[in-house]
């Protein structure tokens, strides 16, 4: 079969992943591309002015034409389709034949037919290419316009923002966001858009752009008003590309759109159309969901399944725009006869929230919130699934006594069509199905249903049904960490700290079994560091540790670092942003400003951590624990030192709580805050510790968090000298160490902790449990063992030889020697000895060109897999965490943490994505790879 796909966007893409899993051979797929650049997203465009490169866009995995054999042609465009002879033309005359025609041609910025228009630095916002010119522009420009206040146009102006420019927002209905929000939802959106910076401008018509007097161009309004810019972006709506449709006479739909049904199918039964160019029932889709499921839908049907079909798409949507949450569910607008609203207003922390129910108050219909989303899956899942609102269903939205949301539905209460994974179309019902074909864990729910493999979004929720379903067939539903350890996170601290326990191979000894895992590796490594503080990168530790605190930085998606130093409490000389500039410059870093007022250097390859943490350690400076689950920052306001209203010394006081603190590892990230008063500058209210000024002292604030569920901390203690605070501090952390869940936020550990706030507070302020003296002593001793990892790390040999890019890299005289007398072994390789892997542990070397992670399993157990991890085509499998599954050694990606089979190669919860498998021997101390099939190494 012939297939011509026209169009490579987001969908377009998806056609394609659905059609080679569909299970067709003989298929010969041409996919023409009008863009020189093959499918990348979209929805996250505006990343690319904070740094994204268009390969980190990218969607198209490593291979991926190669493994299926479809064939691409960048910068191709279709310029006639003949239906009679079924032949589609390009634009440099070649003619190709199809069986079937997929149309994925997407959409075109609208731009208003205003005079001047198309002046110079004049852009749309639609494609990288549109980007990069509107950086160029930018980088000569100090102010910019956006016409068009939709999701389009907010997410353009974040982009402006971001060049620093001096960003407007015009658009010509009265209020932002007309499509999605109501009046009283588009009013809070606009004062927390003004409150960043974006000065928006509504009701206002441009009739005319001319040249401005202070700056490129004048915008004239209709009222003759006028505001002058150096840049416009037009972002004021979409049109369907149907012109192609248009000129073989293809039906079109009223407002545009190629018409299909709910095959996906056009007039011409040989011809389908999906994504924002097709018209279904007279509508047209500008989202990337309804689009994803027309592409699954189409190469359904192109494979024989006749009952595939699409039935419309709900238009919900949760987005964050310019760090304001919006979201918007059905009749957001209460359009549906004799429909009822519920609407929570408050103006002092800018949330507006309502719900549309019908009028005999069952249904939920709609929902509009703004500045707080916490609640849209519930409400999504109520509206979606018909499922009956509480007698009070105002209390849906409304904040109980403590400041948090009601508790909303349980996963019980869904249908078992209920859609719980959007990426990979999965049901609640498929889940308990899994539950009931011996799926007990994520991972065996993610390999055998896909669902939260692909964005990870949804794995709360679904480790939420695989539980409910778990027990209600009367299964164990087991807390303990995973299957090598039958105990759970706090019960092992406590073996560790009770039993003096100081290695992993002591604790599977005494306490589990097997060789541990992705999962109880990392909990074991973060309770030795709580209890005993010493290097995590000794030889014994280091195994343990995911790539992160292996090589002491965030791993980013293309297998880069990021470099963050510590600046305790935001506090930083001139010498020392000098120095980081230096460093950033000399080694081509991107660097940005932290929300914890710190200064973040992205792009780090491997091989150059150590010079560069050298470099900045001579310059005074530490690790910031940015990449470990630790103190993060304490987060800070000029308080009195130089704010007229500060009544303490917040920069002082958070100063010294960093640098305390530091290095404590916790089950999770640790942020704090310090306002100088109760204004709050530092938002301290939102964080884990937050502490703030008043003329009686300090307050004591514990448990808050932002996030995806951002939660309100909570008042502890009030009216505390700095004695007495630190006290306090030193006793709620080490208590939430002792007794938290495998990464369980602090935020989490206290919704769940049995008596609430006022078991803590007789736990730490009360001392209830005697534990006061022993938690603080505790505290005490991490306090007093502090390292500066990264400087262990430079000055110590045998740590620094593990950040190579190849453990083959620079190969001395006698290892090229080694090298030269394994090549006459017929196809093996020397690339390391065996003294330079770690047990339970691996490197990456390079056999032929071609990067091999090579893994040493216990004493002399050896592996090797390609070292490229398949999602990202980083090469990073070489970092990841090795351990066993049931029978199956295995690593997990550092990136997606997927499982990939030492064996085989094979990955067990995407096969498709599996890597090849190659084989090992040791001869002479000596590690050797051959890159042949396992089966003719007998």
């Not at 796909?5 to 067709?24: D, P, W, Y």
Request: charged fraction near 25%; proline fraction near 4%; include cysteine.
């Amino acid at each position: 079969m012939k297939i011509v796909l026209v169009g490579h966007g987001m969908v377009g893409h998806k056609f394609l992943e659905s059609l080679a899993e569909s299970g067709l051979t003989d298929l010969e797929v041409t996919v023409l591309c009008e863009e020189p650049r093959a499918a990348y997203d979209r929805v996250h465009l505006s990343e690319f002015f904070s740094g994204k490169t268009a390969e980190q866009l990218s969607l198209v995995e490593p291979g991926f034409f190669e493994r299926t054999g479809f064939r691409l042609t960048l910068g191709a465009r279709a310029e006639k389709v003949d239906r009679r002879a079924r032949t589609v033309t390009t634009a440099d005359g070649s003619v190709l034949p199809y069986d079937k025609l997929v149309l994925a041609t997407g959409s075109s910025p609208f731009v208003p037919p205003v005079p001047g228009r198309d002046r110079p630095h004049c852009f749309v916002y639609r494609t990288i290419e549109d980007l990069e010119a509107m950086k160029a522009s930018g980088a000569a420009s100090r102010s910019g316009v956006v016409v068009g206040g939709g999701l389009l146009g907010l997410e353009c102006a974040k982009a402006l923002c971001d060049l620093g420019l001096q960003t407007h927002v015009v658009e010509f209905a009265p209020r932002l966001m007309a499509v999605q929000v109501d009046e009283g939802g588009a009013r809070v959106l606009r004062h927390k858009i003004e409150a960043l910076g974006v000065q928006v401008h509504t009701s206002r018509n441009t009739v005319e752009i001319t040249d401005g007097a202070t700056a490129r161009h004048r915008m004239v309004y209709a009222d003759g008003s006028y505001l002058e810019t150096d840049m416009i972006v037009f972002s004021a709506g979409i049109r369907p590309r149907d012109e192609l449709a248009r000129q073989c006479v293809l039906a079109i739909g009223p407002r545009g759109g190629v018409v299909i049904d709910s095959a996906c199918r056009t007039s011409d039964p040989h011809v389908y159309a999906i994504g924002e160019c097709a018209s279904w029932n007279e509508q047209t889709f500008g989202l990337v969901a309804p689009g994803y499921e027309m592409a699954r839908v189409a190469a359904a049907h192109i494979a024989g399944r006749t009952d595939a079909a699409f039935v419309g798409a709900d238009m919900s949507t949760k987005l964050k725009l310019m760090g304001v949450d919006v979201a918007s569910i059905g009749d957001a607008h209460g359009r549906t006869a004799h429909s009822r609203s519920c609407v929570y207003v408050d103006e002092r922390r800018q949330v507006y929230k309502k719900i549309v129910i019908s009028d005999d108050g069952k249904q939920l219909l709609g929902a509009v919130l703004v500045g707080d989303a916490a609640e849209y899956g519930t409400l999504l899942q109520m509206a979606l699934n018909g499922v009956p609102l509480p007698a009070e269903p105002e209390f849906l939205i409304l904040p109980s006594s403590d400041g948090q949301p009601k508790a909303g539905i349980g996963v019980a209460a869904l249908p078992d069509s209920a859609q719980i994974c959007s990426c990979n179309n999965v049901s609640k019902g498929r889940i308990c199905e899994a539950v009931g074909e011996g799926a007990t864990s994520i991972g065996q729910i993610k390999a055998c249903t896909k669902a939260g493999a692909t964005c990870g979004g949804c794995v709360p929720l679904v480790t939420q049904v695989m539980k409910m379903e778990m027990g209600r067939r009367g299964m164990a539903v087991s807390d303990h960490v995973c299957e090598h350890f039958p105990h759970s996170r706090q019960a092992l601290y406590h073996l560790v700290r009770v039993g003096n326990i100081r290695s992993f191979g002591e604790l599977l000894q005494r306490h589990g079994s097997g060789l541990g895992c992705d999962i109880c590796k990392p909990v074991a490594a973060s309770i030795f560091a709580s209890c005993w503080n010493e290097f995590v990168l000794k030889k014994d530790l280091a195994p343990l540790q995911d790539s992160n605190d292996y090589f002491l930085g965030n791993i980013q998606k293309d297998g880069t670092y990021s470099v963050v130093p510590r600046m305790a409490g935001g506090e930083v000389t001139p010498d020392g942003l000098i120095a980081v500039g230096q460093v950033a410059k000399k080694y081509g870093l991107y660097t940005k400003v932290t929300g914890g007022q710190r200064l973040d250097l992205f792009g780090a390859r491997l091989e150059q951590l150590p010079a560069i943490w050298e470099e900045l350690i001579a310059a005074g400076f530490e690790s910031g624990h940015a990449y470990g689950k630790s103190l993060r920052t304490v987060k800070s306001c000029v308080g009195s030192t130089w704010c007229r209203y500060g009544v303490g010394d917040s920069v002082g006081l958070a100063v010294m709580l960093e640098n305390r603190y530091k290095g404590l590892r916790a089950p999770h990230k640790i942020k704090f805050g310090v306002s100088g008063c109760t204004r709050e500058c530092a938002e301290a209210q939102g964080k884990d510790v937050g502490i703030i000024a008043t003329d009686k002292g300090w307050n004591l604030y514990v448990c808050g968090n932002g996030g995806m569920k951002p939660r309100h901390a909570e008042l502890l203690a009030s009216d505390l000298d700095e004695a007495t605070l630190v006290k306090l501090v030193d006793r709620f952390l080490m208590f939430y160490v002792r007794t938290a869940d495998r990464l369980q936020r602090t935020s989490t550990w206290r919704d769940n902790l049995e008596g609430g706030l006022d078991n803590l507070k007789d736990v730490v302020v009360n001392d209830s449990l005697g534990l006061a003296a022993e938690l603080e002593a505790q505290m005490q001793q991490v306090v007093d063992t502090y390292q500066c990892e990264w400087k262990t790390a430079v000055t110590d040999p045998a740590t620094r030889k593990r950040f190579v890019a190849a453990v083959n890299q620079a190969a001395p005289a006698e290892a090229a020697a080694d090298a030269a007398d394994a090549a006459e072994a017929e196809g093996w390789t020397a690339v390391c000895t065996v003294d330079d892997i770690l047990p339970d542990a691996g490197v990456r070397a390079v056999v032929q060109q071609r990067p091999v992670a090579v893994f040493r399993i216990g004493a002399d157990r050896y592996h090797a897999i390609d070292d490229v991890d398949p999602k990202s085509g980083a090469s990073v499998l070489s970092r990841g965490l090795v351990g066993n599954l049931g029978e199956r050694i295995v690593v997990a990606s550092p990136l997606y943490k997927n499982h990939f089979d030492l064996r085989s190669g094979e990955c067990i919860e995407a096969p498709e994505h599996s890597v090849r498998a190659h084989a090992v021997r040791v001869e002479g101390g000596r590690v050797l790879v051959a890159l042949k099939a396992l089966e003719t190494l007998a």
